[in-house]
Nanobody
């Protein structure tokens, strides 16, 4: 069992930055790949960013590439999402996710966090 707890969401203005955190815990948490998804009102949950299974690479959705950065602490138990140059279309609930493969689809996810709201005003 893996538990994921997100934090760091909030209300910001367009162009601002925000950093989300996801604290992962559980006996086998270091065996899992951690990733970020988001879900805007009335839309499907979508992939945002992930590490590769080996942890040597990162992958991003085209809509956030160059603006968002996924990173993690040395222990691998906390993953971050640094979001720069935020746009109103980035408004969504952001979810931390854990899976056993490189995550790019909801089907790849074994565990979800509860989500944290990010609202970007224009």
């Amino acid at each position: 069992q893996v538990q994921l707890v997100e934090s760091g969401g909030g209300l910001v203005q367009a162009g601002d930055s925000l950093r989300l955190s996801c604290a992962a815990s559980g006996r086998t948490v270091t065996s899992y790949v951690l990733a970020w998804f988001r879900q805007a009102p009335g839309k499907e949950r979508e992939f945002v960013a992930t590490f590769s299974r080996r942890g040597s690479s990162t992958y991003y959705a085209g809509s956030v590439k160059g603006r968002f950065t996924i990173s993690r602490d040395n222990a691998g138990n906390t993953v971050y999402l640094q979001m720069n140059s935020l746009k109103p279309e980035d408004t969504a609930v952001y979810y931390c996710a854990a899976g056993m493969v490189t995550i790019t689809r909801q089907q790849d996810v074994n565990y979800w966090g509860q989500g944290t709201q990010v609202t970007v005003s224009s």
